[in-house]
């Protein structure tokens, strides 16, 4: 079982850029809520669309309202502190529904995931509205800095504020989304990566040994990345920078290991023909 996730680990490392996507997969959504006075920055990445929201004060309760396209839906959202905090309940289509919270003193970070395909209503309601606030004129939208995250990193780090997730983050939202190459190469980045990332960063979180072994692994990858920071927002910047990473992935990952057991096993048998 080990080994198999280990093998869909390393195809983090080569995106195939082929499969039938939503145009919005993978791509960040900023949602404006002015609300007592004051306007909010929700954010969301996704892979369904969303084709309006709506915030209740009186109910404490924001809806999405989406389409999907796929079967599998995944989604990142981040709601801040000083809009809807205390605890949250959280439906889908009037259906309760339990995804993963994580919380810290600015944003709520939801982990939506769940199935079927066409329109759906997301509601969250909180306990808390306006925390620490007074109701005021209206000002700029208060933003939260940070945008998606990578579920296996996220895991693996053990938040999604540690800085290994803000650089991917970074990467992603001001190199590869400012372009038309990048953004389809995260649509079908992320067609891959979400069909079996939910299984690897839960497998993390109930195996400490494994979530120790997969930071281990990815830290390089990780770091291989600020290459693309590079980039000066050109198509073929971000094409010629993107193709190096991968090379340079591809030898970290796959050549030098194979040089390695090469050269172990090419010992091995001269030891075993002097024996």
Do not use: W
């Amino acid at each position: 079982m080990k080994s198999i996730l280990f093998v869909l680990l390393l195809l983090l490392v080569i995106t195939p850029a082929f499969a039938q996507l939503s145009d919005r997969t993978g791509l960040v959504n900023r949602l404006e809520v002015k609300t007592g006075g004051h306007s909010f920055e929700v954010q969301t990445v996704s892979n369904f669309d969303i084709s309006n929201y709506e915030f209740d004060d009186d109910q404490k309760r924001f809806t999405l309202y989406i389409t999907s396209g796929l079967e599998n839906n995944l989604g990142e959202l981040y709601i801040p502190q000083t809009l809807l905090s205390g605890n949250f309940t959280f439906y889908i289509n009037g259906e309760e529904y339990h995804p993963n919270v994580k919380i810290n003193n600015q944003i709520s970070f939801i982990t939506l995931n769940f199935t079927g395909s066409g329109d759906s209503k997301i509601e969250i309601i909180g306990t808390d509205y306006l925390r620490g606030l007074n109701q005021t004129i209206p000002d700029e939208p208060t933003k939260i800095d940070n945008g998606g995250g990578c579920l296996i990193a996220t895991a693996a780090y053990g938040s999604e504020l540690a800085p290994q997730i803000q650089q991917l983050r970074e990467i992603r939202d001001n190199q590869l989304l400012k372009t038309e190459s990048g953004k389809l190469f995260m649509n079908s980045f992320n067609d891959v990566y979400y069909s079996f990332s939910p299984v690897i960063s839960d497998y993390e979180r109930e195996n400490p040994i494994f979530k120790e072994l997969v930071k281990i692994t990815i830290t390089p990858m990780i770091t291989s990345l600020s290459i693309l920071s590079l980039s000066d927002d050109s198509e073929i910047m971000v094409v010629g920078l993107g193709l190096s990473v991968i090379l340079l992935n591809i030898g970290m990952y796959f050549v030098a290991p194979a040089v390695v057991i090469v050269k172990l096993n090419s010992k091995l048998i001269n030891k075993d023909s002097h024996n």
